[in-house]
């Protein structure tokens, strides 16, 4: 019981990200929105360097949220074998030329 009680608590420690997922998004529209009251001629470039600031944030508060979940460990291992596979392979194609 205590040890499914510290996962519980681990868990809830892990969505920490996603508050600050929260301030970064809020923080790249802010500066949008500044950005386009001072200067409204480069409303189009700025609106793709939020998108793309959005989209960073978003992605960090998705790893959190998986790093959170019950089965976040087995994802990690999922993706260190895989770029274990790839660097395995890509060490081989060297050593061969």
């Not at 600050?20 to 950005?35: D, K, N, P």
């Not at 409204?40 to 508060?61: C, N, R, Y």
């Amino acid at each position: 019981m205590l040890l499914q009680a510290a996962k519980f608590i681990g868990a809830g420690l892990a969505t920490i990200g996603l508050a600050g997922a929260g301030v970064g998004i809020g923080t790249v529209f802010g500066a949008l929105i500044i950005g386009t009251s001072r200067n409204p001629s480069l409303k189009d470039e700025l609106f793709k360097f939020a998108i793309m600031g959005f989209a960073l944030t978003e992605a960090i508060a998705l790893f959190s949220l998986m790093m959170s979940s019950r089965k976040g460990r087995t994802y990690i291992t999922y993706i260190s074998y895989i770029f274990q596979i790839q660097t395995s392979e890509t060490h081989r194609y060297y050593l061969r030329t």
